[in-house]
């Protein structure tokens, strides 16, 4: 199978930096996804990586290195509505395969 | 841009009865869109990938003919779960594909979610 896996839980401080790992079976790698789910909502896009290397996009960033079947997501600036699950998601072949995800809590 | 919705967005039915969902990109043609089932408190499970003008492609252990799906265009497929039970209540969330990556400025081939819909059957 193709196994992603990211820790279940996480806990961070309003304005800290937290980051997020994943770690997935590199055969038929396609590209990986990040994706933020608030409870009873659907996913919401959030990164995209390919490449190996940094992807950059405001307070988000994710990194991916290909070699190692590694990715990680780093939020900054946490914020209490930052507070949801994250999934990893590998693209093999045409298919999504989706990480169980990470919760994350912001404490004030 | 990158607008996918679904339509219910929950839904109470008795056992035995057939549901359907329908999923539709707002603002873009989708020729590839996905049905995921989500239980509480864990990840999206890829059921079928749904292909516009031909038949779906079903993942193992999912049944074909209790979970119909149409794509009859590039902008809508259904999901019809036929003879529902309770064990088929959960959180079902649709996702389309933009080929073009016109949509959402994400890349191409980045699948965009519909909000879900939350089936309780009794």
């Known amino acids: 199978g193709q196994n992603i896996d990211q820790p279940t839980e996480m806990t961070a401080t309003e304005g800290a930096i937290v980051q997020i790992n994943c770690t997935y079976q590199?055969?038929?790698?396609?590209?990986l996804f990040w994706y933020q789910q608030h409870a009873g909502e659907a996913p919401t896009f959030l990164s995209y990586?390919?490449?190996?290397g940094l992807e950059e996009k405001g307070r988000f960033s994710s990194f991916l290195s290909r070699s190692k079947g590694y990715s990680y997501l780093l939020l900054k600036e946490l914020q209490m509505k930052d507070s949801a699950s994250y999934l990893c998601?590998?693209?093999?072949?045409?298919?999504?395969?989706f990480g169980a995800g990470t919760i994350l809590r912001v404490k004030s | 841009g990158a607008v996918v919705s679904q339509h219910p967005s929950w839904v109470i039915c008795k056992s035995g009865t057939s549901v359907k969902i329908e999923c539709r990109s707002l603002d873009f043609q989708a020729t590839t869109m996905f049905w995921y089932r989500q239980f509480p408190k864990q990840s999206l499970m890829l059921m079928a990938t749904?292909?516009?003008?031909?038949?779906?492609?079903?993942e193992q252990g999912v049944e074909k003919d209790k979970f119909l799906i149409n794509h009859a265009s590039l902008t809508l497929s259904t999901l019809t779960v036929t003879s529902a039970h309770p064990e088929d209540s959960s959180f079902y969330i649709c996702?389309?594909?933009?080929?073009?990556?016109?949509?959402?400025?994400?890349?191409?081939?980045?699948?965009?979610f519909g909000p879900g819909t939350r089936l309780t059957v009794l």
């Open positions: 749904s292909n516009e003008g031909s038949k779906a492609t079903y």
């Open positions: 590199t055969s038929g790698f396609n590209g």
């Open positions: 998601a590998v693209e093999y072949g045409n298919k999504l395969v």
């Open positions: 990586n390919v490449l190996d």
């Open positions: 996702s389309a594909r933009d080929p073009l990556g016109l949509a959402g400025g994400a890349g191409t081939d980045t699948q965009y």
